[in-house]
């Protein structure tokens, strides 16, 4: 039977050494796609400046220091680092080019998956006869370097001086389910849906030696969302952010990847200033000149320095040093939008829309038991478009389920789809409330004034509505006891909202922006009383007039916003 080491797919099985894993685990991923395992190639230029920028450079006495890769692939990283360290030992230690036994301690590479470990051994017993080594001690670095195992799960001795690579970046629900457990046992940092390359970013910064230095390729948005929250708690208590580059739309890779990617420098020790760069030109100089930059404090030019980036569990904000100046400001003099009277929600999740929603003109059910529903198509102009389209609504007022037999025409509406809403986790953990929808639905919820606003936009998108729709689930809605909805309306279309949103918000192809609950609840805004009269009025003259123009100048004027703040927004608003 297939060990728990066999969890990446072979075209034909191999069972591995027993030590490679623990006893009891078992359970492997189906896919046969290198995708699949998380298994994405750097390209030549991204891994050379990757090993300048933690400085691991042949000036250096690489021989007498350690180098770990925890997912080394077909060997992009391992190759590029041996040549590093063959030019070292060559320019350093000449006269004792023949020893190279010497060098064992040099290289620590993992790789689970048996044919890539496989190919890198090849690659590299290549490189080393290439470069006159006898085949018997090339057998015995080979050996020594380049291990085949799980690297969450191996016995890894000592520390390193330097750590990079790129890990794998796997979703939890394709990792089998006691080995997800283990993983859990071993490392605080997974936490809610947690891909597999934070486990590989806590282990590997274990693994650090004092100042020592880490450079990892991956997927960006543990940086900003939910579940990287312990891991940046964790950096945030031992280590230091050095450098972040962000490769958004470059081609880092051998193939195009959906995720967004950053490099990430970063250090045992106190936290010092980070310093960013924006999606360089991936040529070999440039990079080379760009490594010195971010490296060299007295030549330093990178796009901008920040400090404090990291601070506790909070999202990582590393778009504009400008704009997060404000945005701190921002924070320290006003309350977050729900301490300031305002709450924030979603429409109603069904899990069977094509159940659940239809035209009300032809749904055959009482009344009272049907809700006009606004979804995203409708407020496409900026204004409420209805489309016809309702949602039944399966609870009473006050609480709890209708009974089905005192509403005859909605019980044999729903008794007809009844095989397709009993197949939703909710109808078969509570067999006898099989017809509720996912969510609890309130019609009071209707009836009440209301801004919404689609989940994924470029801009700020935001309707009012004067209470006649229930929302749908891709919309979010904010409610307020105290604010005049059309005037928060103008303050949630400016560009200080927006500020808000995108310094949160994890992105997304093509530029657009989450406009989730959890980053619309991060904007601040005055209390109501607050407000003068008069940016009252022209709030909200210029909400119902959707001139963002004149949104943003009042917003402005709201906030207090300097000359060099509104130019950080992008104008003056003038």
């Excluded at 009993?422 to 209301?450: E, F, G, M, N, V």
């Excluded at 210029?542 to 004149?550: E, F, H, I, P, R």
């Amino acid at each position: 039977m297939p060990t728990v080491c066999d969890i990446l797919p072979r075209k034909t099985k191999i069972r591995l050494p027993s030590s490679a894993c623990p006893s009891g685990l078992s359970g492997r991923l189906d896919p046969d796609a290198p995708e699949a395992r998380g298994a994405v190639f750097t390209r030549v230029e991204v891994v050379e400046f990757m090993l300048d920028l933690i400085g691991y450079t042949d000036d250096k006495p690489l021989y007498e220091q350690r180098i770990l890769e925890p997912a080394c692939g077909e060997g992009d990283f391992v190759l590029p680092i041996i040549q590093r360290l063959l030019a070292s030992w060559m320019r350093q230690r000449g006269h004792e080019a023949n020893q190279w036994e010497q060098l064992g301690d040099a290289i620590y590479a993992v790789e689970l998956h048996v044919d890539s470990y496989e190919k890198t051994c090849a690659a590299v017993e290549a490189v080393l006869l290439a470069a006159g080594i006898e085949p018997s001690i090339v057998n015995t670095l080979v050996e020594k370097w380049i291990h085949q195992g799980d690297f969450l799960l191996s016995p890894i001795k000592g520390s390193f001086d330097y750590v990079v690579g790129n890990p794998p970046y796997v979703r939890q629900e394709l990792v089998p389910s006691l080995l997800l457990a283990r993983y859990r046992q071993l490392y605080s940092t997974i936490y809610d849906r947690a891909d597999l390359y934070i486990p590989f970013i806590e282990r590997s910064l274990m693994l650090l030696s004092s100042q020592s230095r880490l450079g990892f390729i991956c997927a960006d948005r543990w940086m900003k969302n939910r579940y990287g929250g312990p891991l940046r708690d964790f950096i945030a208590q031992n280590y230091s952010l050095d450098v972040y580059v962000d490769m958004t739309d470059t081609p880092a890779f051998h193939e195009e990847v959906s995720a967004y990617p950053a490099i990430t420098v970063m250090r045992k020790g106190k936290q010092g200033a980070t310093h960013i760069a924006h999606r360089p030109n991936i040529e070999k100089k440039e990079l080379q000149v760009l490594a010195r930059q971010l490296l060299d404090t007295g030549e330093r030019q990178s796009d901008f320095t920040v400090h404090h980036v990291v601070n506790g569990s909070e999202p990582w904000i590393l778009e504009s040093s400008d704009q997060l100046a404000l945005l701190r400001r921002l924070e320290d003099m006003y309350p977050a939008l729900e301490t300031a009277g305002c709450k924030v929600g979603i429409g109603v999740a069904t899990g069977a829309d094509q159940a659940y929603i239809a035209d009300m003109a032809g749904m055959d059910i009482e009344p009272d038991r049907v809700l006009p529903l606004v979804a995203t198509k409708d407020i496409r102009t900026g204004t409420v478009v209805w489309n016809g389209k309702g949602v039944i609504n399966p609870f009473r007022d006050n609480g709890g389920l209708v009974a089905l037999d005192d509403y005859p025409r909605l019980k044999r509406y729903l008794q007809n789809r009844k095989e397709q809403i009993a197949k939703r986790h909710c109808s078969q953990k509570s067999p006898d409330k099989w017809y509720r929808t996912i969510d609890r639905i309130w019609p009071a919820l209707r009836t009440t004034p209301k801004l919404l606003i689609p989940d994924i936009k470029g801009t700020a998108h935001v309707v009012y509505e004067e209470g006649e729709y229930y929302p749908h689930h891709n919309l979010y809605y904010v409610v307020s006891h105290d604010w005049d909805l059309r005037a928060l309306q103008g303050v949630l279309l400016s560009r200080v909202a927006k500020l808000f949103v995108a310094s949160y918000s994890t992105k997304m192809r093509g530029g657009y922006i989450r406009f989730q609950a959890q980053y619309l609840r991060r904007i601040r805004i005055p209390y109501w009383k607050d407000v003068p009269s008069d940016l009252r009025t022209e709030l909200a003259a210029a909400a119902t007039a959707l001139d963002l123009n004149a949104c943003n100048k009042a917003v402005f004027r709201l906030y207090g916003l300097n000359h060099n703040e509104r130019s950080a927004l992008g104008g003056n608003g003038e």
